[in-house]
């Protein structure tokens, strides 16, 4: 009984450690930034090759002169692929929530 009564009390220990270090790094909010990517990429017109709503992931950096760079995109289609390297590639950003170097990974859904 004694060993079990120890075991609990090191197990919410533990707990406690973990939830304390983890609560400091939160995400940030990057609520502008993402208002803005969303009004660069909303000036696309019908893609004919789309026969369904797809997702793309895309991964961007900013680079030292505060721009956006397309890292990657898993976008099966490549007229899409191209699309959004387009129109995102070196494209500035007037919310500062990103800081140089950063990376940021976002979903962009694209309807027929």
Do not use: C, W
Not at 11 to 22: D, E, I, S
Request: overall charge neutral.
């Amino acid at each position: 009984m004694k060993k079990l009564f120890l075991s609990v009390i090191v197990t919410l220990f533990m707990n406690t450690a973990f939830a304390a270090v983890g609560s400091p790094n939160r995400d940030k909010d990057y609520e502008k930034t993402f208002k803005e990517l969303a009004e660069l990429l909303n000036t696309y017109s019908n893609f004919e090759s789309l026969r369904e709503e797809v997702v793309v992931k895309v991964k961007i950096a900013i680079n030292e002169n505060h721009e956006i760079v397309v890292m990657s995109t898993d976008a099966a289609n490549s007229e899409l692929s191209y699309y959004i390297k387009n129109s995102l590639n070196y494209q500035k950003l007037a919310a500062n929530e990103l800081e140089i170097g950063n990376k940021l990974v976002f979903l962009v859904k694209f309807a027929k």
